[in-house]
């Protein structure tokens, strides 16, 4: 929808406000998704256009990595202009930044919501008012947004812990697994996906603990647990931040003898591939930021008034030494 357009709509409704209860409250707050047309956001390619982008935080280096992804593919769109802002993991400071964007009436959002239900309101809330919504790796409660770009969180937990059952721990063995933020999609979508892919295999997790995407909180955690728990062999992490805490805990109670493997794979030297390449950890699996997709989507919406899919599913692929190397340059290309 135009920003001229929902001027227009919001002087209708003050004035409508005199006689009624408010025009388009209703649907706009029943908290079911009203139907959209998609064609409707379009103004082609010669207008501007302002997107918001919503982040969870800005303490995890995939965060930041996919807000550059955002901004380096926006800058080849000269009719884009991004307005970034960081939720620091505050489900109330991420609502408030997203009723911004609405007071701003910006052209389209994008958010990654710090956790699904305290988000799910006010994400409603803009789609219904006529504003295209990208969700970015994490998800709302039910379907009130445009489209959905991320990997298959399950497939790739399930890819993790495949990996564990034939080739790390194929005998079968004790360990421990840091999840992700709880309350976020990923966290759960990663913990049930891990659990299909060792179904079986003898391989038994005998203490979870939430390490909140961080490394710091993570190697707290993994350090209480290491000392709990002294016959476990190896450390799932649901990011590779917490698998490196879990690495330097492990380290600083001399246990050079467990195996560590993480999720996101970023391609930059801190990341988890050149963890790979260096030992630190035994494997990584490759999750995309969507950065560069989210982009695309919005230019499909706004300028070229073309339709995009719900639910848009990125690749994957498990990083261990054999291919770390190569992985890294590929992904550094161009």
Same mark, same amino acid.
């Given at each position: 929808m135009r920003k001229t357009t929902r001027s227009l709509f919001a002087i209708g409704c003050a004035v409508a406000a005199l006689g009624a209860a408010g025009c388009g409250t209703t649907s706009e707050n029943t908290g079911q998704a009203q139907p959209q047309d998609q064609s409707a956001h379009c103004g082609g390619p010669d207008r501007q256009y302002t997107i918001g982008m919503s982040q969870a935080n800005?303490? $995890?280096?995939?965060?930041?990595?996919?807000? *550059?992804?955002? %901004?380096?593919? #926006?800058? =080849?769109?000269?009719?884009?202009?991004?307005?970034?802002?960081?939720?620091?993991k505050d489900n109330s400071k991420q609502v408030t930044d997203v009723e911004n964007f609405l007071t701003k009436q910006v052209d389209l959002l994008m958010i990654s919501p710090n956790e699904a239900a305290p988000l799910t309101?006010?994400?409603?809330?803009?789609?219904?008012?006529?504003?295209?919504?990208?969700?970015?790796?994490?998800?709302?409660e039910g379907d009130a947004y445009t489209t959905y770009i991320g990997a298959?969180?399950?497939?790739?937990?399930?890819?993790?812990?495949?990996?564990f059952a034939r080739t790390l721990l194929p005998e079968g063995g004790k360990i421990l697994e840091i999840q992700g933020l709880s309350g976020s999609t990923p966290a759960k979508e990663r913990a049930d996906g891990f659990r299909q892919g060792?179904?079986?295999?003898?391989? $038994?997790?005998v203490a979870t603990a939430d390490? *909140?995407?961080? %490394?710091?909180? #993570?190697? =707290?955690?993994?350090?209480?647990?290491?000392?709990?728990?002294?016959?476990?062999?190896?450390?799932?992490?649901?990011?590779?931040?917490?698998?490196?805490?879990?690495?330097?805990?492990?380290?600083?109670?001399?246990?050079?003898?467990?195996?560590?493997?993480?999720?996101?794979?970023?391609?930059?030297?801190?990341?988890?591939?050149?963890?790979?390449?260096a030992?630190?950890?035994?494997?990584?699996n490759l999750y995309p930021t969507g950065g560069e997709e989210a982009v695309a989507a919005a230019k499909a919406l706004l300028i070229d008034c073309t339709e995009v899919p719900k639910t848009q599913?990125?690749?994957?692929?498990?990083?261990?030494?054999?291919?770390?190397?190569?992985?890294?340059?590929?992904l550094n290309e161009g």
């Open positions: 800005l303490a $995890e280096p995939y965060r930041v990595r996919m807000d *550059e992804d955002i %901004r380096k593919a #926006a800058a =080849e769109v000269p009719q884009f202009e991004v307005e970034f802002a960081d939720a620091a309101d006010v994400v409603t809330k803009a789609y219904n008012r006529g504003v295209p919504v990208i969700l970015l790796d994490r998800k709302i298959d969180n399950v497939a790739i937990g399930r890819q993790a812990g495949e990996h060792i179904q079986g295999s003898g391989i $038994e997790i390490g *909140e995407w961080e %490394r710091s909180v #993570a190697q =707290e955690k993994a350090d209480a647990l290491l000392k709990s728990h002294p016959d476990v062999r190896a450390v799932y992490a649901h990011n590779d931040p917490m698998a490196e805490g879990a690495f330097l805990a492990a380290q600083a109670a001399g246990r050079d003898d467990l195996m560590f493997v993480g999720i996101d794979g970023l391609p930059i030297p801190s990341g988890g591939i050149k963890a790979v390449e030992g630190r950890l035994d494997a990584t599913t990125l690749p994957t692929e498990l990083i261990t030494k054999d291919n770390a190397a190569a992985v890294y340059a590929r």
